[in-house]
């Protein structure tokens, strides 16, 4: 076999394993011996005269320029990702069929079917709380579950962390509290504002009374449970800003949330499921209609607004006062 | 009438626009909150007053006031908190 060949071939074997040549002349140190039998590594025999590995000197490299690389790689496929994503929605809105025309798939006969026999089915002068609180009843119960489920997870995340700090508090502190990362903001203190407190006890009835009346009159003019609980949970953070958060303590804490939102969820629950088995499309439904334009009627379309308004302002306040204040 | 619709649509681009332009957070959320409001008149004008209330009311309500919460947790509005520390 050829020497040279193989001299290089070797060299070439100790460039990629990263045990460079050894030079002739040098003595290696007396080896220490080993305090544990099985913990000792060969290398550490060469380790003066170790090399990086293809391995070692590929992340050395990467440290170097891997940002760099990452970002030109990111920023690349991130404008290519985009036009193909803006280029597909925008072909598909022109294959959309134009907007307000009468032949439309949304102008079919389903539509024609709400609006015909919706006031009679649904006994709802509001057409649109009879869709989503009648027919489409379910979906609501859905979308009502995900925004418990939401706050409910918050609350979980957010009060353990806060209970983890209180008992960190109660223990003496072992790292330095100046400079913690782990240290929380500080608390979001309550000023007494006299601008924001006159304003807060002109509106803050005014916008209750609007959210109970859009909330209750759901199925007669436009509103419903969601808009209404929004609007509540308005009020709800503007008492909170002007007054503090003890103030909305005393009469909506934590506990009455989970209070009332759970039971408004299994109100609804038990009501929309029974009236599923006793009124769905060709079954007579025993719950009286009412006459259309009256507060009680619609069914069973009142009870569930108020009971959706309930979860939404729940939620949305709980929302905001966990995020301020990591309590409720 | 028709004339009203396209200022409030026109205004409803350049807020998209001026939102994600704008360097300051505090006035994207304040031209945020415009947008919110503009398109609650559209949805007035477009004869679906169930969701121009929705919109109103979360949109340019209660979303925003979380905008502002979370700006605040991150320390971008204002240095007030900071001083009274």
């Not at chain 1, 334009?293 to 929302?319: E, K, M, Q, R, W």
Request: proline residues 5%.
């Amino acid at each position: 076999m050829n020497e040279e060949l193989k001299a290089v071939w070797a060299s070439f074997f100790n460039w990629v394993m990263g045990n460079g040549p050894r030079p002739e002349n040098e003595v290696i140190p007396a080896e220490p011996p080993p305090a544990l039998p099985f913990t000792q590594k060969p290398k550490d025999k060469y380790s003066r005269f170790h090399e990086a590995t293809l391995k070692e000197r590929y992340s050395q490299w990467l440290e170097i320029h891997g940002l760099h690389l990452f970002s030109v790689l990111y920023s690349g496929v991130s404008v290519l990702l985009c036009i193909v994503l803006v280029s597909l929605l925008l072909a598909t809105v022109a294959e959309l069929p134009p907007f307000g025309h009468e032949r439309n798939p949304a102008n079919n006969e389903v539509i024609e079917r709400y609006v015909k026999h919706g006031g009679r089915e649904t006994g709802a002068q509001n057409i649109v709380a009879g869709l989503i609180l009648d027919y489409r009843a379910f979906d609501t119960f859905g979308e009502s579950s995900v925004l418990f489920t939401a706050a409910v997870s918050v609350l979980m995340i957010l009060g353990a962390s806060r209970r983890n700090s209180l008992k960190d508090d109660s223990k003496p502190h072992t790292h330095d509290p100046e400079s913690g990362i782990l240290q929380r903001g500080p608390p979001l203190m309550h000023h007494d504002d006299a601008i924001l407190r006159g304003v807060a006890s002109l509106s803050i009835p005014v916008i209750l009374m609007m959210g109970c009346v859009v909330v209750i009159n759901g199925h007669l003019s436009p509103g419903g449970g969601f808009s209404g609980g929004a609007i509540l949970s308005t009020a709800l953070i503007l008492a909170a800003n002007a007054y503090g958060f003890g103030k909305v303590h005393a009469f909506f804490s934590e506990r009455t949330f989970i209070v009332s939102s759970s039971t408004a969820l299994m109100i609804y629950a038990l009501s929309k499921g029974y009236s599923f088995f006793t009124g769905a499309n060709h079954l007579h439904s025993i719950i009286p209609k009412g006459t259309i334009g009256n507060i009680l009627s619609a069914g069973l379309i009142l009870p569930l607004d108020i009971c959706v308004g309930l979860i939404v302002a729940g939620t949305l306040y709980g929302f905001y006062a966990l995020f301020s204040e990591g309590d409720m | 009438m028709l004339i009203i619709e396209w200022l409030l649509l026109i205004f409803l681009i350049v807020c998209a626009i001026a939102v994600s332009i704008s360097s300051n957070l505090l006035n994207s959320i304040i031209i945020f909150m415009s947008y919110s409001l503009v398109m609650a008149v559209i949805w007035v004008l477009l004869r679906s007053p169930d969701l121009a209330i929705t919109e109103a009311a979360v949109g340019a309500g209660v979303t925003s006031v979380l905008f502002f919460l979370a700006l605040r947790k991150i320390g971008q509005m204002g240095h007030k908190d900071g001083e009274e520390k």
